[in-house]
Structures are given as C-alpha cells and as structure tokens.
C-alpha cells in the first residue's frame, strides 16, 4: 500500500514564504513522476508544479518565478518552496505521484494567504 504524507501548510502573510513537503511510503517500485496541484473554494483543481523521473519541471503560469519544486528520489519526497505568496494562492494544496503506473494523491494541506 501507498501513502503520500503531506506537510508544511499554514497561515503566512502576503509577501511570506512556505515550504510544502510531501513523501511517498510503502511498496513503491518506480515514480514516473511527482507534483501539486490546488484547489480554491469554488475553483477547479489546477496544476501548480510538477517534476518528472528525468528531472523536468512544468509551472503553471501564475506561480512561475516564484514557486520551485525540487525532489529528494532517496526520499521519495517533493517539496515546493512557495515564495512572495499572494492572497490568490489560497486552497488546498495536493501532493500527487505517478508511481507503480498508478495515480496517487495526498490528503492535502491547506495554506491560506491573508493580505
């Protein structure tokens, strides 16, 4: 069994920075890839960043030049370092891994931007 255990939400100041973590447990065999997705209240569920087995990375727009994800393959972990956060970067922020051909999510952390 898999899991993705996710950390490092909260509540920070417009301007401030925070860095989520997410690490894969279990019987994992290979990871095609890992990343994080949000979703605002409302709002449909977005890509925000995502890294692949050969290190390439994709942004979404909105957050590119200040978010960078980064993976641990040792730990089969992802971060996210999240700076100059903006109101608009409130949700809930979800862990997912392509791993063992299969589509894992976490159970997502909340980060809430106040202006």
């Known amino acids: 069994q898999v899991q993705l255990v996710e950390s490092g939400g909260g509540l920070v100041q417009a301007g401030g920075s925070l860095r989520l973590s997410c690490a894969a447990s279990g019987s994992i065999f290979v990871i095609n890839g890992m990343g994080w997705y949000r979703q605002a209240p409302g709002k449909q569920r977005e890509l925000v960043a995502y890294?692949?087995?050969?290190?390439?990375?994709n942004y979404a727009d909105s957050v590119k030049g200040r978010f960078t994800i980064s993976r641990d393959n040792a730990k089969n972990t992802v971060y996210l370092q999240m700076n100059s956060l903006k109101p608009e970067d409130t949700a809930v922020y979800y862990c997912n891994a392509d791993l063992n051909l299969y589509d894992y999510w976490g159970q997502g952390t909340q980060v809430t931007v106040s202006s």
């Open positions: 890294v692949r087995s050969d290190g390439s990375t």
